[in-house]
């Protein structure tokens, strides 16, 4: 543990030092944060003779970003804004034997916000947005906002590789949900198998997890309920924080091609004494002119306790003990060069509410847009439109969206876990990546409104930073 303290702090020494020497600023939301983000030239990648050379032959990549938010609720109702920005240094050595080595991390500043650790005076509730841009457990941490966010060891065998250490990845249940300045990172081991042709494998065994807006890494079960937790079933605060029981997470996904069209897709989360999801996709693609097709997904999700969902206490439980919930979806498009238009319809039944850690992850929903989701909930209908449409010439790409989101009575505590109202939600998204001497830099506007659509029995409590707001993105990243 004092040999990653020291490397932390070697890493996140460089990467002040590179941003201050630098007079560039640095989605999902939003502008990709994959794990193969970096894109650095590496000349030969080939193995050697000399363990040396495959660290003198690696690469450095660097990356900076800026993010504004700004949230304004009804008349009444705290505001809020902030202003963060940050960099970060990777590196990678070239192949030696099959091996790799890589280290990165990452430095965030709090330069200008309002005061996030003040509540709203009216309903006592907290920030619930700008905060997750520094460090959620303290808001009042301006500067020790830094991260080692990958340390691993990598083993290449023909087309697949197994990883072991800290990373990112991206699946349908955990992934980088990157809507702030740093991505959700895991640690354990991961595969990737690509030697059955038209076949992906992937998986893995996870011990610890570093959720957004967090600096520490934390255990499984110790990782649920970092982030507002609702109430449970009966009404009561949910008490699971700190209180369950899981040291793994245990992960398949297969994928396949089934000729040209066809892409079938599953996915089995077991969260060690907690839960257990299975997810279904089937995606097709029919081509009906030259660069002009026509698209359409079905999705299905199962998700069951595992003996007594994380505590035997039901106050401190995550899953309650027998517990199944059921949610499927599909969506139906047309694309060309330019223009993207989709539909996309989202059920989760009646049976009981649909969980997964907001810590781990965005929910795969077809009808998923940022800053608002529709985990915690049971009988809830959702109906979303998107338009994306890319100007020529210049690579603006823009996006519309339009959402109904029917959730049950906020009073309903058993199928509604945040207190949310239905809502009407809409975003516009728009992109522009920099070229000539300012290539590199990509910027990013998003707005975001929210409507409600829903009773609220005259209680703001229901209303703040959920819906009847406005909600403004800038982002500016720059990767070297």
Known sequence: ??????????????????????????????????????????????????????????????????????????????????????????????????????????????????DLGKPDTTTGQSNRYEIALFDVEDPYNKKDIDRLEEFYLKYNYKKSSVIFGRQLINTPFINLQDGRMRPTGVEGIWFEMNEIKKTKIEGGWLYAISPRGTTKWYGIGESIGIYPSGVNVEGGKSEYLSNLNSKAVLMLGAHADLGKKVKLHGWDVWVDNIFNTAMVQADLQLPIRQNEQVFAAVQGIRQDAINDGGNADPAKTYFEKGQKSYAFGFKAGWKNRRWETSVNYNRITSDSRYLMPREWGREPFFTFLPRERNEGFGNADAIMGRLNYSFPKTEIKASLALGYYQLPDVKDTRLNKYGMPSYTQFNADFRYPFKGIMKGLEAQLLVVGKLNKGETYNNKKYEFNKVDMMQYNLVLNFHF
Not at 20 to 46: C, F, R, V
Not at 49 to 71: D, I, P
């Open 1 to 114: 543990m004092k040999i990653l303290a020291k490397v932390r702090r070697l890493i996140s020494t460089s990467a002040v030092a590179v941003l201050i020497g630098s007079s560039a600023y640095a989605q999902h939301q939003e502008l990709s944060e994959k794990p193969q983000m970096y894109k650095g030239k590496q000349t030969d990648n080939t193995d050697s003779t000399s363990l040396l050379s495959a660290f003198k032959r690696g690469r450095v990549n660097g990356h900076f970003r800026y993010f504004f938010m700004s949230t304004q609720n009804q008349k009444g109702l705290t505001d809020y804004y902030a202003n963060a920005a940050g960099g970060g240094l990777r590196f990678e050595t070239a192949k030696f034997h099959g091996f790799q080595f890589a280290v990165s991390g990452f430095y965030t500043f709090n330069i200008g916000s309002s």
